[in-house]
């Protein structure tokens, strides 16, 4: 989430067209970044249940593991276009209907799916969209526009010994 927040932050367009009737550029926005940062980048795996099943016309006997990585589906350049590597919010406005669908379901797995999805896919989507009304409206109040936020990554050293006690 840290990345599609930073990404929000740099493209100030994004952020002052969040209201009400660009809604769906601010969906458009939170969809693309998880597709090029997706929650987990990991294989998915699921086991094939007794008595087999067909795969893609071919028979997978049960008990064999099948795993698809998240981050190569959210690179599908038939489901998503030539541009796949390129931050283009655009590309779900610009879409048909059934085009749109599809880029839905495939970045929707992401977050897994069935009874395997994440928990905390609600609230994560919640964050996501209140980050822009929080970014906009500290905007407004502190008129100073980008140079308002600042991103500090650190990490904390601690000496095994404190950690012990």
Known sequence: MSSLTYRCVRHQSLILHVRRPAKRKTQAVIHEGLRIHPPFSGLLSKEVPAGGDILDGRY????TCIGHSVFSMM???????ED?????PERWLDASPQGRARMHHTAGL??????W????????LIQLNKIFVEVRSSRRSTGQGSRAFSFVYFLRFVPRARLLT
Do not use: I
């Open 110 to 115: 992401g977050f897994g799916s069935g009874r």
């Open 117 to 124: 999805t994440c928990a905390g896919k609600t609230v994560a």
């Open 60 to 63: 997978v006997p049960a008990g």
């Open 84 to 88: 796949v590597d390129v931050f283009r």
């Open 75 to 81: 690179r599908n350049k038939a489901v998503f276009g």
